[in-house]
């Protein structure tokens, strides 16, 4: 059974960082590809950020230039450096592991406040 557990969320104000980590209970992390998504309260979950198994990156519009994705497959994680917080931010943010069938976490919360 796959696992993943995220870490790092917080309160924080508007304009500072925060690092998000997801640590997976898989066999072989290096062949999944890895991403993040968030949701916001009253929101439909959305995608933010994936790096594939190759370590090719996309990331949404909206947090593209201040979030970034990466992984250490030694360590069997992927993390998510989210710089210059704005309040839209605010959500539950989940990592998710495909390769033949997708796994998700419980979530994380970050809240940014004005």
Known sequence: QVQLVESGGGLVQVGVSLRLSCA???????????????????????????????????????????????????KNTVNLQLNRLQPEDTAVYSCTCSFSNAYWGQGTQVTVSS
């Open 24 to 74: 997976a209970s898989v066999t072989i992390f290096s062949v999944y590809n890895m991403g993040w998504y968030r949701q916001a309260p009253g929101k439909q979950r959305e995608f933010v950020a994936i790096i594939t198994s190759g370590g090719a990156t996309t990331y949404a519009d909206a947090v593209k230039g201040r979030f970034t994705i990466s992984r250490e497959n030694t």
